[in-house]
């Protein structure tokens, strides 16, 4: 079946700092999308990908639809203390597919 | 707007009980419905989905069952839990072909 690898699994953030992660698969997708869990609560979509090569804004966050249909990243500028939380990708295919998440924590 | 709706929000049940979780739609019409299951700390599994009433598919083999007896009402059930249906069970619908879902608060279950 189709598998989605996010990278990376976790990572600490710090006020102010940029922040990155992608997601990569051996299969092709005609739609990526975004989300963020807070704990306890259901993901809540941030952004939705539709077109190989596609770059889309929201606020801080930039995701693109990588050109091969084969891989997504999402960017985060300048981040916050709310940013705090798991995101997960999402890719429709032959088959809907989440990654294993992210888990962004506040540097201590 | 479209809201969805899931109940109860925890639940404790003891192992062979019976299990029945409900998941509503508003504020649109022939949505597809989904059912995940997502372990603590790990990503999402996506259970069952539906394109119409009484349609259902299984994407996972288990002792889990769904139905959808109205056009906006998912019901995800078993007829005797397992320990290993511990879980945050989360609902989604989605309106297009694209495959956009809209996640609901989710059912944390609990099996003793």
């Known amino acids: 079946g189709q598998q989605l690898n996010q990278s990376p699994q976790s990572m600490f953030i710090q006020e102010g700092e940029d922040v990155s992660m992608n997601c990569t698969s051996s299969?092709?997708?005609?739609?990526w999308l975004w989300y963020k869990q807070d704990p306890g609560e259901g993901p809540v979509l941030l952004i939705a990908l539709y077109k190989a090569g596609e770059l889309t804004s929201n606020g801080r966050l930039t995701a693109q639809f990588g050109i091969t249909r084969k891989d997504s990243f999402l960017n985060i500028s300048a981040s916050i203390p709310s940013d705090v939380g798991i995101y997960f990708c999402?890719?429709?295919?032959?088959?809907?597919?989440f990654g294993g998440g992210t888990r962004l924590m506040v540097k201590p | 707007s479209q809201t969805i709706h899931q109940w109860p929000a925890t639940l404790v049940q003891p192992v062979g009980s019976p299990l029945s979780l409900e998941c509503t739609v508003e504020g649109t019409s022939n949505p597809n419905l989904y059912w995940y299951r997502q372990a603590a700390g790990r990503g999402l599994q996506l259970l069952f989905y539906?394109?119409?009433?009484?349609?259902i598919s299984s994407e996972v083999p288990q002792n889990l069952s769904a139905s959808r007896p109205q056009d906006r009402q998912f019901i995800l059930s078993s007829k005797k839990l397992l320990l290993s249906d511990s879980g945050f069970y989360l609902c989604?619908?989605?309106?297009?072909?694209?495959?956009?879902?809209?996640f609901g608060p989710g059912t944390r279950l609990l099996v003793l």
């Open positions: 989604a619908w989605g309106a297009d072909q694209k495959e956009t879902q809209y």
């Open positions: 999402f890719g429709a295919g032959n088959m809907l597919t």
């Open positions: 299969s092709i997708f005609n739609t």
């Open positions: 539906s394109v119409g009433i009484g349609q």
